[in-house]
C-alpha cells in the first residue's frame, strides 16, 4: 500500500499511512483498499483522535476554551451557512484527496516528492478554510475533540463534505488519470 506523506513513512509498510476517513473511503470507493481495512482503518482512526484529544485535554489546560480542538462550525464569512460550510469541507478535501491519489497513485508522479506535495496542500486548504470552518477535511480530527468536549453542533457537516469530496476526488482521480497511467506502464 502507498504511503500518504513523508510524516507517515514509518508507519506506511504496516498500513499505508491511512490517517484520514474521507482518503480511506475514496481507496475503498476505487477499490483499491477491502470492506474490511477501511472499516479497521477507519475504527483506528477514530480511536487515535480520541486518544490525542484526551492528551490534548491533560496537558494543555487552556484547550477547555477552545472545546481541545473540535470545530466550531462555519464561520460569519461565509454567514454561517452550514450548507457553505459543507461545500467548502467538501471542496478543500476535494484538493486534498486530489494531490493524494495524483501523487502518491500516479505512476508518473515524481517519486519522493509526495509528503511535501500531500502537506503542502493540506497547508493552502488551511489557509483558505480555517477562516471558513476551521479547514477539518477529516472527520476523525473533528470526532475526537467532539468526544472529549462534548461539542456536537455541526458535527455532520465535518463527516458529509469531507467524504463527499473525497470519494468524487477519489473517482475522478482514479477512472481517469490514475487507471490510465497504470495502463500505459503496464504497456
Known sequence: MPQLGSWCTHLGHVSGGHFNPAITLSFLATKRINVKNAIGYIGFQLIGAVIA????????????????????GPSALIGNSVTAGFTVEAILTFFLVTTVFMTVLHKKA??????????????????????????????????????????????????AGPIVGGVIAGLIMNYIFVKKSEQEAAA
Open 53 to 72: 484529544a484526551a492528551v490534548n485535554k491533560a496537558i494543555l489546560p487552556a484547550s477547555e476554551k477552545v472545546k481541545y480542538g473540535v470545530q466550531t
Open 110 to 159: 515524481a517519486a519522493g516528492l509526495y509528503g511535501f506535495t500531500i502537506g503542502g496542500m493540506i497547508f493552502l486548504d488551511h489557509i483558505v478554510g480555517v477562516p471558513l470552518t476551521g479547514a477539518s477535511m477529516n472527520p476523525a480530527r473533528t470526532f475526537g475533540p467532539a468526544l472529549i468536549s462534548g461539542y456536537w453542533d455541526y458535527h455532520w457537516m465535518y463527516w
